[in-house]
Structure formats: C-alpha cells, structure tokens
C-alpha cells in the first residue's frame, strides 16, 4: 500500500513539474524579451540584497576589518544597475560568452596553421573550423540582444519539448 501511495505521489509531482515546465517553456517563446528583463531584474535585486546585508553586516560589526562594506556597496550598486537595465546581465553573459568563442577560433586558426607548417593534409578543415567560430563569436559579440533572445527561444523550445516528454512517459506508463 505504501509504494501505491509513493508512485501516486511521484505521478503528482511528475505532472506538476511538466505543467510548471510547459508554462516557462512557452513564456520564453511568446515573450523572450521579457524573460530576458525578468532574469536580470531577478539577478539584479539577488546583488543588492547581498550588497545591503554585507553593509549592514559590517555596520553591525564595529570592529569589523573585513572588505565587508566595499563589498557590500559594489554589490548593492550594481544590483541597482541591473534593476533598472535588467538586460545588462545577459548582454554582459553574452559578451563573454561570444569573446570565448572568438577566442576558440583564433586558437583554432593558429593551430591549423600550426599544422600546415608540420604538413599535415587536413589543416583546411581546422582552418574552416576556425573561422566559422570566430564568425558566430562575432555575431554574438555584435548582437549580443538578438543572440540572447534566440538563446531564450530555443530553451523554451527545449522546455516545452521535454514537459511533453514528460507527460507522455508518464501517460504510456500509467498503473491503475
């Protein structure tokens, strides 16, 4: 009797999960930009709130020699910074995100010409390799919006997907 009740209960949960899934999922496609501000404003008031307590924590403390208080207004500024940009978080993740990439690419580009200089047959192939990422590297770091906004599209995309997985497993699945 006890493992009826437990796999009714998972059931539950399972269900849950997947409409709570299937909501954000198809949030982030019908309104990506506003996900993007959600996420930010979210991120934004989690630095300030750190940012506060550190200060008042270091108030508190009199005799208190830690870096607490320039922690703490650092954090509160930039959580009011990205209160009222709240995209700032994600452009800033973007950014690097597309430096890294560009950086990829320039790695792989001197390491096919590396391996030109050794002889090697294939290095064309590293070479094209290369240069496609230092060109979506580019795209990102240039648009660095648009390129979230797709990024936020496909993981609801991605979400939506797999609640619908979800249920139907748990559909095919089903004990009376």
Do not use: H, R
């Not at 949960?13 to 709570?20: A, D, L, P």
């Not at 990506?32 to 108030?59: E, K």
């Not at 060109?135 to 648009?146: A, D, K, M, Q, T």
């Amino acid at each position: 009797m006890n493992t009826q009740i437990s796999k009714k209960m998972s059931q539950k949960t399972v269900v849950i999960t997947s409409i709570v899934t299937l909501i954000f999922g198809l949030a982030q496609i019908i309104f990506p930009s506003y996900v993007i501000d959600i996420i930010g404003f979210l991120a934004g008031f989690g630095l300030l709130t750190i940012g506060l307590v550190s200060v008042l924590i270091y108030i508190k403390n009199k005799d208190n020699t830690s870096n607490g208080l320039a922690k703490g207004i650092i954090l509160a500024v930039a959580g009011a910074y990205f209160i009222f940009n709240s995209s700032a978080p994600l452009q800033i993740l973007s950014l690097l995100l597309g430096l890294f990439i560009v950086l990829n690419g320039v790695l792989g580009l001197q390491f096919s010409l590396d391996a030109k200089k050794i002889g090697s047959e294939k290095w064309k192939i590293s070479l094209i390799f290369s240069i496609v990422n230092m060109v979506l590297g580019l795209i990102i770091l240039f648009f660095p919006f648009s390129t979230l906004e797709v990024l936020i599209v496909y993981n609801g995309i991605f979400m939506l997907v797999s609640a619908v997985l979800n249920l139907l497993s748990l559909i095919f699945n089903k004990t009376k």
